[in-house]
């Protein structure tokens, strides 16, 4: 195993498209503007903002898993896998979006057996109800992905792959972030050590440079000056 547990955002992400925003777009009835407008303005998390947005969809869950396989996949996405999976590096697919969606379109692109830690779906008397089982009693989100992230790393430093709001809180704590979107804004206003990516060939590159220019002694040591003092001691941006 290496040093480094690696955690993956999807919507966005692994995706081009948020797939979780695309399908309230299509669904949803009138309504759910206003929650997005109060969660983009900090009013509220993204848990009541998801619930009150699900409860506006009058579609079956199959309904909407049929719709996210309409989604591509990152087209390098299969070969990062295949990396981290031959490099036995220890990674999880942590998502503030909606296990069932994630896992369709994922099985849709003949990606199988992906840990996936995200919010989930049901159908419950004819309406469409949200479950927060990652939730946090800290944290406003539907996933509290640093919580999560804590949880499955088992002490190892967290490399954080990801490109938007839901990424921000865990990309602080993250020894490294690979991100785009506006992941990458906040990362330079910030000062997170990150690497900017368009797809994942590029990720690819980069995990392949960590591996090859840390040692576990050296990972351990920065990764403990950089959460305890704030302070980038380490950069791979390009």
Sequence with gaps: MTDFFITIDFDGTV???DITDAIIKEFARP???????????????SRECLTIQMLLIEQPLERLIEHARKFDIDPYFHRFIDILKTNSIPFAV???GF???INGALNNAGLNNIPVYANELFWDGGKLMTAFENSSASCNSGMCKCKTADTLAHGLPVVHIGDGRSDFCLAGKAFHVFAKGKLVDYCREKDIPHSRFTDFSMVIKGVKRLLKQTSPASLMTQY???????????????
């Design 94 to 96: 942590i998502s503030d």
């Design 31 to 45: 309504g759910w503007e206003e929650a997005e407008r109060l969660w983009e303005a900090g009013a509220i998390g």
């Design 15 to 17: 995706t081009n498209a």
């Design 224 to 238: 403990k000056d950089l959460t305890e003092k704030a302070q980038p001691t380490w950069n791979m941006t390009d």
């Design 99 to 101: 296990g069932s969606i």
